[in-house]
């Protein structure tokens, strides 16, 4: 393939990427995907394709000796990490100076590690996040599209009420009801009435066997199920794996040209393409696309990039935090890998919170309840380009997270008041501490949509090239974002088809 042109090129394989690559392909227009990541589809020697999260290997992280796990210790002990081979594995954790990112490597991107919740976000908080999209059809056409093609579904709420392997948010829910706080319901992706089965012992177990974020090995409607099988399906797409795209250049007639490297499963690079081609999709998430305009404008490549590349970043005010329960509230030694209910104080005038009930599938009582706060922090970080090392570097201080350790504390202390609880402090790694606030799974922004790029992804000072993933949103949105990335992807994309794409 080398020095060959394909009409589109679509850059990675995750929420933004795969909805552009299937409306593309249903409109005709042959479209080359490309991922740095793998297929997750052959079993290794166990007969699995992940890993669990509790014997993880080679399989679970992104070229490491070690692995990365985001709760790293417990009793301050670190008996969760491993040490494994490099290999290119399903997750990553991407280090900047003050924050690091967790996000997925893989045909589907974020959604073979993620949580799988769906949630719409509110639609007064998205009006204010992104003032210029037309909030009607965005509630009425684009998130019940995304919805209906990701295959949201609900937990059924007897089965809830009454399962084991809910136990530990039902105790959460009583203590938050304690403290005068309410809790919703979430979506998911992850097939309930597969769980149910997991649960009688009539399907192999994945939610229920300690597997999410290094990959579910059943019940997840992951995308390479959803809009990627779909796009497949069309015939009109290809998906290169193992391929990293590099650089962007545009040749005189407009065309764009992509350098790619394709690497081996031990990193090394088996050969370097130039892939020209007519219209370029940038869906390498928040980082990743990112970087790649911000290379390209700052080594010349693409000179007309403007200033507002880099700019807008946040990490959606997330916090983990922990708390410890009473001994006669155990919160289960089983525990379901999939969230199903939140905390919503997000009409709190002073500190707006929504906080997943997150499991601690430890396999033993740990009296322990977990939980991912999602806040309104108004601090946003700057990406600029290390010309020496050829990366993008994150400025994010870590004062910039106070704001949302001050939100996540003030509801948690609360609930602690009122129960007469305490934080866990020994699951965060040393020094010991009671909120993680040095990493984030929602990477948000970098090339906002409005400001560096036109109200549809149009990146401006160019033609034909597209951002179209979380990078458009400008660090915030108030819930666990891919609906909105997806939603916002089908709006972007099918104006952007209607109007830019010669048939
Ligand atoms: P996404 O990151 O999904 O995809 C980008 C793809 O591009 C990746 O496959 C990457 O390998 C590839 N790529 C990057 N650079 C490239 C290059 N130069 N060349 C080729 N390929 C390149 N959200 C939510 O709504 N509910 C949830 O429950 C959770 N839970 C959760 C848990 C964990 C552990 C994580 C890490 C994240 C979540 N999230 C989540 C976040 C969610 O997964 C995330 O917001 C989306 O995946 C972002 O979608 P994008 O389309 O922006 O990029």
Not at 40 to 57: I, K, Q
Not at 205 to 212: D, I, N, T
Not at 253 to 271: F, P
Request: hydrophobic residues 40%; charged residues 25%.
């Amino acid at each position: 393939r080398s020095g060959s042109f394909v009409p589109a090129v679509v850059v990675g394989t995750g929420y933004g990427a795969a909805v552009s690559a299937l409306r593309l392909a249903e409109a005709g227009i042959p479209t080359l995907m490309l991922e740095m990541g793998r297929l997750w589809n052959t079993p290794g020697p166990d007969g699995r394709v992940f890993c669990g999260m509790l014997n993880p290997d080679r399989r679970s992280s992104w070229f490491r000796t070690r692995t990365q796990a985001p709760l790293s210790s417990f009793l301050w002990l670190d008996v969760v990490n491993r040490d494994i081979e490099r290999y290119p594995g399903v997750l990553d954790r991407v280090d900047y100076d003050h924050m690091s990112v967790y996000v997925g490597r893989g045909v589907g991107g974020g959604s073979l590690v993620n949580g799988g919740m769906a949630v719409v976000p509110r639609r007064e908080y998205l009006r204010q996040v992104l003032p210029r999209i037309d909030s009607a059809r965005m509630y009425g056409r684009y998130f019940p599209r995304a919805n209906a093609m990701l295959r949201v579904n609900l937990i059924d709420k007897g089965w809830f009420e009454s399962t084991d392997w809910y136990r530990f948010a039902r105790v959460s829910r009583e203590q938050a009801g304690r403290a005068g706080l309410h809790t919703v319901f979430i979506p998911n992706v992850y097939d309930f009435g597969y769980m149910r089965r997991e649960a009688d012992g009539r399907v192999p177990r994945s939610a229920l066997a300690g597997e999410v974020i290094y990959g579910n090995n059943h019940g997840k409607a992951s995308l390479d199920k959803t809009y990627l099988a779909a796009a497949l399906g069309t015939g009109k797409v290809v998906i290169e794996t193992l391929h990293q795209v590099r650089a962007i250049r545009q040749e005189r007639d407009g065309s764009y040209v992509l350098t790619v490297d394709q690497t081996d499963e031990g990193g090394a690079v088996l050969r370097r393409k130039e892939i020209g081609c007519r219209y370029v999709f940038l869906g390498a998430g928040s980082l990743g696309s990112t970087e790649l305009l911000l290379r390209a404008r700052e080594t010349g490549a693409l000179p007309d990039l403007g200033t507002e590349i880099g700019r807008g970043w946040g990490p959606n005010g997330n916090v983990m935090t922990a708390r410890a329960s009473h001994l006669w509230q155990p919160t289960g030694a089983h525990q379901s890998c999939i969230p199903v209910l939140g905390i919503d104080d997000w009409d709190n005038p002073d500190h707006p919170v929504f906080a997943e009930i997150a499991p601690l599938p430890a396999g033993l009582e740990t009296w322990a309840s977990l939980y991912l706060a999602i806040t309104r922090n108004p601090e946003r970080g700057t990406f600029v380009y290390d010309k020496a090392a050829g990366r993008a570097r994150l400025r994010w201080t870590r004062d910039q997270s106070a704001p949302a350790v001050a939100a996540a504390r003030s509801l948690f202390d609360r609930m602690n008041r009122a129960n007469r609880t305490h934080y866990r402090r020994d699951l965060f790694g040393t020094p010991a501490k009671a909120f993680a606030d040095d990493f984030c799974y929602h990477p948000l922004g970098g090339c906002v949509l409005g400001r560096a790029t036109d109200d549809y992804g149009r990146v401006r000072g160019y033609r034909h090239l597209y951002v179209n993933d979380g990078a458009l949103i400008p660090g915030s949105v108030g819930v666990n974002p891919f609906v909105t990335i997806t939603a916002l992807a089908e709006r972007n994309v099918e104006r952007v088809i209607a109007e830019d794409i010669a048939r």
